[in-house]
């Protein structure tokens, strides 16, 4: 991960979006779930349906990148946010949680669990898995805190024209 926002588009230009959801949850596994949910939803008003690829995919890693700003960047009586920006490209979808606690930071490199039967430390390494670029920086809207981004690849199946199934 870096400290800087990279472009969202190739270009080094900040890129154009079609479609942008924005909200903000309490902090805590109610607002986390919520998040979720809505991200989902979000999702299948876009155009990916619920049990697509890309709209199971998608909520995966919001439901890790929410679940850890509820449990390591809580501070009581305060909101994360989660953004969804889809390209008008339509290819490329940033997923971006801000929590308001400073420190902390997530790894450069999230590593795999040491042990299979380990019930922590999983949720970010998945996510970098997923994800074509994860980074983290400071909170664009000031204040303490860091969002972190995760983008994703949207690729897309062509059937094959006249092709007979097998």
């Keep these: 991960m870096t400290t800087e926002t990279p472009p969202f588009e ?30 989902s939803h979000r999702l299948d008003a876009w155009g990916f349906p619920y049990e697509s690829e890309v709209n199971e995919t998608v909520t995966l890693v919001v439901a890790e990148l929410t679940a850890n700003a509820v449990t390591h960047g809580r501070v009581p009586g305060r909101d994360f946010r989660l953004r ?17 606690r400073d420190g902390d930071l997530p790894p ?13 430390g999983r949720g970010l390494w998945l996510v970098s898995c997923l994800a074509s670029r994860l980074s ?24 094959a024209i006249g092709r007979v199934p097998e």
């Design 10 to 39: 190739p270009t080094g230009q900040p890129a154009a979006h079609a479609e942008e959801f924005s909200m903000c949850f309490t902090s805590s596994p109610r607002g986390a779930r919520l998040a979720r949910r809505l991200a």
């Design 84 to 100: 969804l920006t889809l390209a008008t490209t339509r290819d490329l979808l940033r997923v971006e949680v801000t929590d308001t």
């Design 108 to 120: 450069a490199q999230p590593r795999p669990p040491q042990s299979p039967e380990s019930e922590e």
């Design 136 to 159: 983290v920086g400071p909170r664009e809207e000031g204040g303490p805190g860091k969002t972190v981004r995760a983008d994703l690849e949207i690729c897309y199946e062509v059937p």
